[in-house]
Nanobody, 117 residues
Framework: VQLVESGGGWVQPGGSLTLSCTGS????????MRWFRQAPGEGRELVAA???????????RYAESMEGRATAWRDNSKNTAYLQMNDLKPEDTAVYYC????????WGQGTQVTVSW
């Protein structure tokens, strides 16, 4: 089982990044996909969650801190979840993790997002 994240990096305040998370070794479409982040010295915070069938009403949820600045979606044909973040702020700096939540729980290795001048 693997969850591999990509797309992190350094960006200036106000910039955008799109993170990807590709799963293998499990039935991706049977799992809700969630994005967490962890800043230095802080606990892990839920950023966004995408239900198994995104077409359902209310299938995507965002943390209040990311509401209006983030879009999360999934492509089950590619076993991939995405998190696009816009208008990034220095306080968004963290390691971002994807999480597959279902019959089991799987975590990716994390990808660093740094927002600074």
């Amino acid at each position: 089982v693997q969850l591999v994240e990509s797309g992190g990096g350094w960006v200036q305040p106000g910039g955008s990044l799109t993170l990807s998370c590709t799963g293998s070794g499990f039935t991706f479409r049977s799992y809700a996909m969630r994005w967490f982040r962890q800043a230095p010295g802080e606990g892990r915070e839920l950023v966004a969650a995408v239900a198994i069938l995104q077409g359902d009403s209310g299938a995507t949820r965002y943390a209040e801190s990311m509401e209006g600045r983030a879009t999360a979606w999934r492509d089950n044909s590619k076993n991939t979840a995405y998190l696009q973040m816009n208008d990034l702020k220095p306080e968004d700096t963290a390691v971002y993790y994807c999480n597959a939540w279902g019959p089991e729980t799987y975590w990716g290795q994390g990808t660093q997002v740094t927002v600074s001048w």
